[in-house]
């Protein structure tokens, strides 16, 4: 039992090491930056940032169907630790290079990158998802994911608040030299390596297996699983929008600059973890199915609102409100899966459920670049996105019909 909590415990901070990653690179720090100091101009960044998400996606769902169909094989101990390890070390190393870009000189090298870590950090994902079923008892996973959501954005919370700080006051006489944004790559990796690792090494005699018999669409015969998959289809690519474009959203519409959106970045991941955190108790109480339909509801009518309102201090507001809502949905959506799924196989189902959200995250960032592109307006790319969460919790209201 002390081995199992020390387990959970680790499996807490690994969340809490990786959110670094999409904290500060995908989502309120290196998006804006690369729109506004290496993109030729703001609607050209925005439209590339979003097809290089999208097609970051494509590649990790064709890697992992590959991956699937190959599949007659067991993660032994030797295997399983050359697989983990190797996407730990590839999202270090594209992380990290990115301290060597930041200008205009260089467009498509950032980008690469990018895709690079994206489809590392979704790997690592997959494991992490995949093992929560040996880290928690099945009663006890609704929470334990809650928990581990709470604390990949609190992790996230002092990442960036760390950056906050080494960045306004890289001036001041008490640190022994300037922080500029170049080192936001290489702080991420001792921050990954740090809190990750631990959780790596104790799982490292772990047996995740890959069943023989792969039925990668079984889900389509389950009623409640299809609904499920596709609710998931479409409000994924809500979340995985606002992921993608918030920054620039904020930067564009509103003109923050980097230290706003950092302010906000640390207050939409502090009202994360106080979402995450009361709803890990109420699920003890409710279904996963009721949690992620209470924050559809929410997300439909917070991301209308923030479109058709022009003032600032209701952006702020509303902004709070979506990160309290945003991670409560990711956390119930794995729960949901790990406890409502009909094969005993673990890494099998969540390799799916990551093939079908890497495939529908697609259609998210690729559509509203397109709509950017073609109307030169942010906000009607945009709109796009209560309508994914809108269509999301229609089916969902089928889980239990």
Known sequence: ?????????????????????????????????????IAINEIKGASEWGFTISISSLLTAIFLITFLCIGKLSLTRKFSIKYFNFFFLTICLSVGMLFFFDDKEYQILPLLLILISYISFEILNLFYNSTLHLVAKKNLQGYSSNIGWAFGYLGGLCALGIIFILLVNNNYSFFPF?????????????????????????MKNEVLEINKDLKIFAFLFDKKLKNFIFS???????????FAFASLYASSIF???????????????????????????????????????????????LTISILIQEEVVFFWIISLLIGFFIG??????????????????QFNNFTVYCVIGNFCSILGPFSISI???LTDSLKTGFSLIPIYFLVGLIFLRKVNA
């Open 178 to 202: 300037v922080f500029s944004i170049n080192l936001v790559g290489p702080f991420i990796v001792i921050w990954i390596i740090f809190f990750c690792f631990p959780f790596l090494n104790i």
């Open 255 to 301: 003109g923050f600059k980097q230290e706003e959106i950092l302010i906000l970045g640390v207050l939409i991941n502090l009202s994360g973890v106080i979402g995450c955190s009361i709803f890990a108790f109420s699920e003890k109480k409710i279904k996963s199915e009721k949690s992620i339909s209470i924050c559809l509801i929410s997300l439909t009518l």
């Open 1 to 37: 039992m002390k081995r199992k909590n020390k387990k959970l415990k680790f499996w807490y901070f690994f969340d809490f090491g990786l959110s670094a990653y999409p904290t500060l690179i995908l989502t309120f720090f290196y998006a804006a930056f690369y729109v506004n100091n």
């Open 328 to 345: 409560p949905i990711q956390a119930s959506s794995r729960s949901f899966l790990s406890t409502n799924i009909l094969s005993v196989n």
């Open 232 to 242: 998931y289809f479409f409000f994924n690519n809500g979340i995985i929008s606002v």
């Open 371 to 373: 709509l950017i592109h």
